[in-house]
């Protein structure tokens, strides 16, 4: 059965992009199935989905091909990257800063750097430098100092129409372009690279003047220091947040200041967020556990200030809202914490967290307080244990020996003991149950 469903264009007006961000996180998703589906195939799909199973879907509106990739696969996880993409129920977008209402998707993923969960507040979000889909071979050997060309490219198609002028703006230093269309200007092009070709140009170039685009946290994620050029408007958030990072962004045009800047290596993301992304795409979605939106925010500092949570918790100050705001912001953004909240007869029952360690995921509980003492904690933790399952190997609880409600909980529930250790001077054991 087929298990993620991509579904991007790409032609010389909407550039490679869509295509290349789809098809970094279809790899990351195989061996599972996957299917990529776009309304026209040109020479940009041969080369940036390659190996990938495609289909052809033509359509007036990518929301028609939309609708029919629903038909075809009721059962398979949508991800869409298209900017004019509207039908988002349920599905996985990639977002692109442009305004649209994205409110029914199950989750966005807005790769841009400086992006907060509070920019998307009704909807479940990751973003920033750990979750920018880029291919395998991005995380990769680093970038060294070299003596190599400078690398130039104003996105595959130079949709701005700029690459003349600024390589006129920077001769004569050595350069090679990467332009999927050669401009004729007499340098060496390079165009429909492997990506592990790409990966290595970049690695051989002394440093990049490249479009705010997927190409700049491309070079990011190697340590190639680059100065960006602002060729679109929905670049503007990649650009600010490149520039926040050190690294001089210029709108198209300014060439004589481009061609003076000293490139910055801004060290942002590790290359990797195509496999976190991925192991999103296929964790199983269930009704009654979902996702912690920027929206839950007070529920969730209500329960965590509890005076039951706060007595059964390794620290037990209650916790300011400006606290709970920031550490909200960053387990949202983190690629090693979940955090959802439990549903039953239309009502919040709970939260739980989910940290990732190499002893396995730890579960945090917190039942709603005026739901406790009627099982809640038990279906919590069964809901927890469906999702759980096939993804994540074993769950890990440590639980105060003076919290008897928790102790029973984690035991009814199958989790055993396996060692005593305090925490915080609090008595405790630590549990595991493997999946
Ligand atoms: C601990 C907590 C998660 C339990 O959830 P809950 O929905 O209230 O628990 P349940 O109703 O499912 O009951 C769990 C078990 O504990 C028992 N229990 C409940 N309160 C108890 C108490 N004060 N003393 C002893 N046992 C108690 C219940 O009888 C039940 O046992 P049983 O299944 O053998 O009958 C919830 O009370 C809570 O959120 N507490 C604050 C935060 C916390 O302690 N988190 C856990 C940190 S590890």
């Known amino acids: 059965m087929i298990r993620a469903v991509f579904i991007a264009d790409g032609n010389p007006r909407l550039g490679a992009g869509h295509l290349v961000r789809t098809a970094a996180i279809a790899r990351a998703c195989q061996p599972a199935p996957v299917r990529m589906v776009t309304r026209e195939v040109n020479a940009l799909h041969a080369w940036a989905w390659a190996d990938l ?170 340590g190639v220091p680059l100065v960006a050029v602002q060729t679109a408007d929905n670049q503007a958030r990649l650009a600010a947040g490149l520039q926040s990072a050190g690294v001089p962004v210029f709108p198209a045009g300014s060439w004589g200041a481009i061609a003076t800047a000293t490139p910055v290596a801004a060290h942002l993301g590790d290359g990797l967020g195509a496999q976190r992304i991925a192991r999103r795409v296929l964790e199983p979605t269930l009704e009654d556990l979902r996702p912690v939106r920027w929206a839950d925010a007070d529920l969730l500092l209500a329960w965590a200030n509890d005076p039951g949570t706060r007595a059964a918790s390794f620290t037990t100050v209650p916790i300011a809202r400006p606290d709970h705001l920031r550490w909200l912001e960053a387990s949202l953004l983190s690629p090693t914490r979940r955090l959802f909240i439990g549903w039953a007869d239309g009502q919040p029952i709970g939260t739980v967290r989910l940290d990732d360690t190499p002893e396995g995921a730890v579960v945090g509980i917190t039942v709603a307080p005026e739901q406790r003492g009627r099982g809640r904690g038990r279906q919590l933790l069964e809901l927890l244990r469906a999702w759980a399952t096939g993804s994540v190997p074993r769950l890990v609880a440590w639980v105060r020996h003076d919290n008897p409600a928790s102790l029973r909980l984690f035991h009814a529930a199958g989790y055993q003991p396996v060692r005593d250790e305090p925490i915080n001077g609090h008595p405790a054991t630590c549990h595991h149950l493997s999946l």
């Not at 009704?122 to 060294?144: D, H, K, N, Y």
């Open 53 to 222: 199973p495609h289909e052809v879907l033509p359509a007036a509106t990518i929301d028609q091909t939309i609708a029919e990739a629903r038909r075809r696969w009721p059962g398979a996880r949508l991800v869409i990257d298209h900017y004019e993409a509207r039908d988002l129920a349920g599905a996985v977008v990639l977002d692109d800063g442009l305004p649209r209402d994205l409110a029914a998707a199950a989750l966005v993923i807005d790769p841009a750097p400086g992006v907060r969960p509070q920019d998307h507040p009704a909807v479940p979000v990751v973003g920033g430098p750990a979750w920018v889909p880029l291919r395998p071979a991005f995380s990769g050997p680093p970038w060294q100092p070299n003596d190599g060309p400078w690398l130039v490219a104003l996105g595959a198609t130079d949709h701005s129409g700029g690459l003349p002028a600024l390589v006129a703006a920077l001769r004569p230093r050595p350069m090679e372009l990467l332009t999927a269309v050669d401009p004729g200007l007499g340098l060496p092009v390079h165009a429909h690279l492997g990506d592990d070709g790409l990966a290595d140009l970049l690695r051989r170039c002394r440093g990049a003047i490249v479009s705010s685009s997927t190409i700049a946290l491309e070079c990011d994620a190697l």
